[in-house]
């Protein structure tokens, strides 16, 4: 059974078109979404959220119909999103008090527990946390409430390389119970090789491929050259059809 399942996700603007975007995720498992920015990765996120209203596509999240469930859908799913930023001068005491009223399956003692677990102080005002400090005290709130589905926009941008690991190691212990699952675009795709299941590439505004993450490598490796002594990674994969090979 599929988490996340979207189908024909259509989103048009004067300028770019988010065109029939499928694809889907099943339970347990860590998808990275990929593409170069402005290849339409956070208007697939936000279309699939309901944050912009998309022209045509079907969305079932946790087996329902999310535009016919959205609410109770929502109780369900954590969503982390880059460059949402908090008033400056509020305390994170004050931030979190907010937020926990949303939420009917909100479980304190998880908050605590990522709260110590991520070195975050309470009493701290926004203004004193650093951006990757920001980025956790915006996962622990997507975690205190047992969210079955985390969307994740760019969580590791901004995080030094000890943090980033640290956080990689988490997202593989949320998912471990196969009743979580994890759906995040980056455009690091060092991280995805060390933590993602899945793979999803989106260049402009169209899924180029979509598939288990070995699968989905070994389908570009007939963009190698003579000259290759070894596979393709991930980071070659995207940058060969990024830079548009005839092989592609």
């Not at 102080?121 to 975690?143: C, F, P």
């Not at 455009?187 to 169209?206: P, Q, R, V």
């Not at 570009?220 to 092989?247: A, C, I, W, Y």
Request: include cysteine; charged fraction near 25%; hydrophobic fraction near 35%.
């Amino acid at each position: 059974m599929n988490i996340l399942s979207v189908q024909g996700l259509t989103k048009q603007y004067p300028s770019f078109t988010l065109q029939s975007v499928s694809f889907s995720l099943s339970y347990g498992r860590i998808m990275g979404l990929i593409g170069v920015n402005g290849a339409g990765k956070t208007t697939t996120l936000k279309s699939i959220l309901n944050m912009v209203c998309p022209d045509d596509g079907q969305i079932e999240m946790l087996g329902r119909s999310f535009p016919d469930n959205e609410l109770a859908c929502k109780q369900e799913i954590g969503v982390v999103f880059g460059g949402v930023d908090f008033y400056q001068h509020k305390k994170l005491r004050d931030i979190t008090n907010v937020t926990r009223r949303f939420y009917t399956n909100w479980d304190e003692s998880a908050y605590q527990k990522y709260m110590q677990e991520f070195n975050l102080d309470e009493l701290k005002q926004v203004k004193q946390l650093s951006a990757g400090m920001r980025v956790k005290y915006s996962i622990a709130l997507a975690l205190s409430h047992h969210a079955k589905l985390l969307i994740f926009d760019e969580p590791t941008s901004g995080l030094d390389p000890v943090s980033r690991d640290d956080l990689l190691v988490l997202f593989r212990q949320l998912i471990k119970d196969g009743q979580r699952s994890i759906l995040f675009s980056t455009h690091i795709t060092s991280d995805l090789e060390k933590c993602a299941d899945d793979i999803t590439y989106i260049k402009k505004g169209k899924v180029l491929a979509s598939a288990e993450k070995e699968s989905f490598i070994q389908s570009f490796q007939h963009l190698k050259e003579p000259s290759d002594s070894r596979g393709l990674t991930l980071e070659e994969v995207m940058l060969r059809t990024e830079r548009g090979s005839n092989n592609v």
